[in-house]
């Protein structure tokens, strides 16, 4: 059992930058491909960023790329987001996800963090 906590949401302007980190716990994390996911309310859970579990593979949504990169720290059981040039459109919950195997699908994904709030005003 992996417990997974996101924090360094919050509010910025438009044009500004976060740096979201997942902290992990209770298992085996550098085995884990992990994952950041966004919801809005009324709308699906989306794939936002991943990476392998040695780092060295990593996808994007077609959103995001170019202005957000995913890392991790196996050795401080880590995943960031960092996040450059928010729009408006990036305001969502944040969550990260814990997988046996890549991919964007989210049902792919056993463990989540309860998530974080980013807010991007305008």
């Known amino acids: 059992q992996v417990q997974l906590v996101e924090s360094g949401g919050g509010l910025v302007q438009a044009g500004g930058s976060l740096r979201l980190s997942c902290a992990a716990s209770?298992?085996?994390?550098?085995?884990?491909?992990m994952g950041w996911f966004r919801q809005t309310p009324g709308k699906e859970r989306a794939f936002v960023a991943g990476?392998?579990?040695?780092?060295?593979?990593?996808y994007y949504a077609e959103s995001v790329k170019s202005r957000f990169t995913i890392s991790r720290d196996n050795a401080k059981n880590t995943v960031y987001l960092q996040m450059n040039e928010l729009k408006p459109e990036d305001t969502a919950v944040y969550s990260c996800?814990?997988?046996?195997?890549?991919?964007?699908?989210?049902?792919?994904?056993?463990?989540w963090g309860q998530g974080t709030q980013v807010t991007v005003s305008s």
């Open positions: 990476i392998t579990w040695s780092g060295a593979g990593k």
């Open positions: 209770g298992g085996t994390f550098s085995s884990y491909t």
């Open positions: 996800a814990a997988s046996d195997i890549p991919g964007s699908n989210p049902y792919r994904y056993k463990y």
